[in-house]
C-alpha cells in the first residue's frame, strides 16, 4: 500500500459510529478510540480509513434538493448510505429535457432543481442524516446551444460567451465537435456533442472552476463527480483538484473507458476515483445469461477492472439506463439482484442509481410545472422509480457496511447461475440466478444465532425483530434455508434477532491486562511505542480499569499488523510516575479481532 498522504481524494469512508456503538467493545473502545483520535488528529482523513465505514453513494437523479433532503431523513440515514450524489447544481439553458442540466450558463445555485437556499438547506439536512452530499459537476464545458439565449435563472449568454464568467478566449479553438475518438487532442480539445469546450489549460478557467467548485464546498457539499473527465487532461482535472479549499473530499472521474481509445481511465487514478464503466458492461453480460454466475468467484481487478481501491462503480447511471450499455431498472430480477452482488461484492465504491421511468423517450424530463421546474419526488408515483428504496437494495446497505473490509469467504456455486459466498464472520449471501429454487444446508463462518433474512424483510434494531423470514445459524457456522428461484438470502451482524454480534472486521485490538496489587489511590497505564500508546509518553497512554483487580485491563484498537513495544507504569495520587522494571515488552496486533494479553506487573 503506497501511503494514504498521496491520494487524499479517493473515498474518505466514514466511521459508522452505530456500528462500533453495536458491538460487544462499548465503553472501554469508545475511551480509548478517544485517545488514539486525539494522538493522530493531524493526519489526512483518507488515511485514517479504519475500517467498519461506509462507502455506498445513492444517486439521487434529477431529484429536486427539497425531495433529497427528505429522503436523507427518511431512507438514505437510517439504510445506511454514506453519499447522496445529486444532480448538477448550477444553473443551465432551459428546456424540459433532463439533459438541460449538463449545459451550465453559469455557475449560479439555481436550477430547474432548486435555488440556492433549498440546495444549502438539503445539504445540512443530508449531513445531519448521517449523509454527506456528492454535486455532479460540469467542469469541461458549458452550453451547446449556438443560439444562445437565457439561462433557467435569468442569466444572459451567447454560445461562447456567458457574461461575468467566460468569454471566447475562455474556450478551446477547435469549436468543431469531436468525432475521433482515437485522437486524444481531439477529444480533449473540441466540442462534445456541441457543447462550448472549456480551455481547462487555462489559469483564469481553472481557478474560476475551483471557485464554483469551493462555493459548493462552503455550502457542505463532501465530493464531487466530475462529468466529462475524459475530455479533459489529466493533468488539468489534477490542478482544478488541487485548489480545492478542503484536500479530503471524495472525487469520482467519469471516464468512459472503451476498446481502441488513447485516452484510459488508469491516467486519472492518481486524482480520486475513476468510474469503472466495464463493471456495469460485464454485470449486464453476467445477469443476462452471457455468462456463469459462477465465474463472478474472481469479479474484480483479474477481468481487468481498475484496482479495487480507486474504482467507482454501478449497476447502471443515468446515461447507460438510457444507452442499453448496462441492465436497467426495467430489466425485473437481474437489475435487483445485480444491485445485491454489487453491495455485497468487496469491489469498487458503489453507487445505485436511482431515477425515473423514461417510457422509451431518450430526452424526456422528470416530472416538472409549465415553467419547467421539477416537482418534489414522491416515490412510486409519477414515474420515479426509487431503486434506493427497493427492499433488497436497502437493505443490502446494511449489509454492505456490517461487512466492513471483511473479505469473502466460504465461496460455494453449483457451477452454473446459483451462487454463495461470505464476508467473514459478518455477512453471508446466497444468490440464486436460476429459475429452480435452491435448497441446500450452507456453510458460514458466522457465529450461532437467528439472523433476519433482509431480502425477504426488514430489520427492526429497536425491538429486535424481523419482518421478514429468518434463519438460524447452528454452532458450526452452518443453516439450512431455500432460496426461490430468480431470488437472493441475504443474513448479517447487523440484523440479528439472538445471540452475540461479532466485533466489527478489521477493528484489530490488543487486550492490555497487567497483574498489580496496588494502594489504593493509584492506578495502572499501559505506555507504548505507538501513537495510540501514547508514544512512551505516560499522560498520553491508556489508562486500564480495575474493574478485574488485581488485573488491570483495556483494549486498544491499532493497525493491523503493527509490532508496538509496551510497559505498564504506575501512577500515585499526585502523578508521579513508576515504570516497571526490565525491557520493553512486546507485541504485534492481530489481523483482526483481539489478542488478550495476562501480564505480570515487573516491580
Ligand atoms: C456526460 N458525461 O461525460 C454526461 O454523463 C452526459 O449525460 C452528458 O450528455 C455529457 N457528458 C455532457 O455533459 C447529456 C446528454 C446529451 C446532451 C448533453 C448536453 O446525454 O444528449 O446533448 O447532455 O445537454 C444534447 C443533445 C445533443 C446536442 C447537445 C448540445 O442531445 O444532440 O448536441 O445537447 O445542444
Ligand atoms: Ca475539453
Redesign the pocket.
Known sequence: MEPSTRRPHTRSRHRSILRSLAGTLAGVLAATALVTGAAVGAAPPASAAPPGERDVTAVLFQWTWTSVARECTSTLGPAGYAYVQVSPPQEHVRGS?W?????PVSYRIESKLGNRAQFAAMVSTCRSAGVEVIADT?I??M???PGGGTGYAGSPFQYYSYPGIYSDADFNGCRRDIADYRNRWEVQNCN????ADLATGSQYVRGRIATYMNDLIALGVRGFRI?????MPAADVADIVSRLSDPSVYIVQ?V?GAAGEPITPAEYTGIGDVHEFNYGRQLKRVFTGGDRLANLRTFGATWGLLPSDRAGVFVD???TE?NFETLTEADGAAYTLANVFMLAWPYGAPAVHSGYATNGD??KGAPQSSSGAVLDATCYTNGWRCQHDWREIRNMVGFRNAAGTAATSQWWDNGSNQIAFGRGDQAYLALNGEGTALSRTFTTSLPAGVYCDVMSGDYDPTARSCSGSTVTVAANGTFSANVAARSALAIHAGAMLDGTTPPPPGDARISFGVEATTQWGRSIRVVGSTAALGTWSPAAGVALSSATYPVWRAEVAMPPGTRVEYKYVRVDGNGGVTWESGANRVATVPASGVLTLSDTWRS
Open positions: 429535457q439533459w438541460t442540466s449538463y449545459q460540469v469541461n464545458h452550453s451547446g446551444a462534445l456533442v456541441g457543447l462529468d466529462a473527465a475524459k475530455h467519469e468512459i447511471n443515468h446515461d438510457r431518450y430526452n
